[in-house]
């Protein structure tokens, strides 16, 4: 589970960086409306950074560690597509990227049932 905790940390350090760079770059350059979206890319990278870490912590209390892995990749998989597809959308303006976004969504769903079904077991 070390693994999740290096994706998780490096992902945190990814929104922050991105956060910063929306803040004081793009926010000259992007409508309100994209910046929103940029921003909301940021918040949601950075919710699930953390879960990465939370499951890594909490994985040695979870018998089922097979449900605890498959959820921190549903949650890594989640931040690429959600956060990753939002922020092409806000910088490139095109529509291709928007259907990539509820599948992110969808995916973070996964990540949590799983880590759930988990800790029932």
């Given at each position: 589970m070390k693994l999740f905790i290096f994706l998780g940390s490096?992902?945190?350090?990814?929104?922050?960086?991105?956060?910063?760079?929306?803040?004081?770059?793009?926010?000259?350059?992007?409508?309100?409306?994209?910046?929103?979206?940029?921003?909301?890319?940021?918040?949601?990278?950075?919710?699930?950074?953390?879960?990465?870490?939370?499951?890594?912590?909490?994985?040695?209390?979870?018998?089922?560690?097979?449900?605890?892995?498959?959820?921190?990749?549903a949650i890594f998989i989640g931040i690429v597509l959600f956060s990753g597809s939002l922020y092409a959308l806000s910088l490139t303006g095109l529509k291709v990227f928007g259907p990539i976004t509820p599948l992110g969504g969808v995916s973070f769903l996964v990540g949590w049932i799983l880590l759930a079904i988990a800790a029932l077991k």
């Open positions: 490096i992902n945190a350090f990814l929104s922050v960086a991105l956060g910063a760079f929306g803040a004081h770059y793009l926010k000259q350059k992007l409508t309100p409306d994209k910046l929103d979206v940029f921003h909301t890319g940021v918040q949601y990278h950075m919710i699930h950074a953390i879960g990465l870490i939370a499951i890594a912590l909490i994985s040695d209390k979870l018998a089922n560690s097979s449900l605890v892995n498959a959820s921190g990749w």
